[in-house]
C-alpha cells in the first residue's frame, strides 16, 4: 500500500541543523511531489514547502527563506527536509504529505517526525 | 498570503447529529480546497479536495461545497469517531496556509 515513513525524533540544540526523511513505498516516486508540514505544540497546521519528486523543482513558504532545504532522492525514493538555524519556536511534529496529482492538494501523510529544540 | 478563516473555532455535538464547519479565504481560490480530519497524537487524514471530491476510502457522511471564497463541511450522522479536528486548506496559489482548525466536540 503507498505509505510515507519518517525518521526517528530528534532532539536538537539551538542554532543546529535537523534532516528529516520520508521514505514513499507503494507506489511511482518521481510522480508525486511531496509537501512539509509542520505543527507545533498544541498549535494548527503549517505549510512550510514543496518539492517536485520529478524535476526538484521547490516551493516554500517566505518565512522559511534561506533555512529550509528540501530534497529527493529518486534511488531510494526518500525525501529530505533540512532546516538550520534552528530556534526553540521550531519545536514541533514535522510531516512529508504526497500530492495528489500535478497542482492537487495532499492525498497521502507520513506518521511524522517530533523536532525538538532545547538548550 | 491567503488568509483562510475556520467557523466556529469549536463545535459541540451528539451523536447522530449533523454539523456543518465553514471555511473563508480573503480571496478567490476557485475549487482548490482541501478538508483534512486530526484526531489527538496522530498525522492529519486527508478527507475532501477540490472543495467537495472526496479522497479514496472516505465515507460519503462527509461532503464538501462551496467556490470562490466561501466553502462549507458538512458531516452527517456523527459518530465517535468523527470527533476530532478539522482544517481547511488552499492551494490555489503558494503558499499553501491553512485554516486554525475547528475541534469537533461531544456534548
Known amino acids: 500500500q503507498v505509505q510515507l515513513v519518517q525518521s526517528a525524533a530528534e532532539v536538537e540544540k539551538p542554532g543546529a541543523s535537523v534532516r528529516v526523511s520520508c521514505k514513499a513505498s507503494g507506489y511511482t516516486f518521481t510522480s508525486h511531489g511531496i509537501s512539509w508540514v509542520r505543527q507545533a505544540p498544541g498549535q494548527g497546521l503549517e505549510w512550510m514547502g514543496w518539492i517536485s519528486s520529478y524535476n526538484g523543482n521547490t516551493k516554500n513558504a517566505q518565512k522559511f527563506q534561506g533555512r529550509l532545504t528540501m530534497t529527493t532522492d529518486t534511488s531510494t525514493s526518500t525525501a529530505y527536509m533540512e532546516l538550520r538555524s534552528l530556534r526553540s519556536d521550531d519545536t514541533a511534529v514535522y510531516y512529508c504529505?504526497?500530492?495528489?496529482?500535478?497542482?492537487?492538494?495532499?492525498?497521502?501523510w507520513g506518521q511524522g517526525t517530533l523536532v525538538t529544540v532545547s538548550s | 498570503d491567503i488568509q483562510m478563516t475556520q467557523s466556529p473555532s469549536s463545535l459541540s455535538a451528539s451523536v447522530g447529529d449533523r454539523v456543518t464547519i465553514t471555511c473563508r479565504a480573503n480571496q478567490g481560490i476557485n475549487s482548490y480546497l482541501a478538508w483534512f480530519q486530526q484526531k489527538p497524537g496522530k498525522a492529519p487524514k486527508s478527507l475532501i479536495h477540490g472543495a467537495s471530491s472526496l479522497q479514496s476510502g472516505v465515507p460519503s457522511k462527509f461532503i464538501g461545497s462551496g467556490y470562490g471564497r466561501d466553502f462549507t463541511l458538512t458531516i452527517s450522522s456523527l459518530q465517535p469517531e468523527d470527533f476530532a479536528t478539522y482544517y481547511c486548506q488552499q492551494y490555489n496559489s503558494y503558499p499553501w496556509t491553512f485554516g486554525q482548525g475547528t475541534r469537533l466536540e461531544i456534548k
Open positions: 504529505a504526497r500530492e495528489l496529482g500535478v497542482g492537487n492538494s495532499i492525498d497521502i
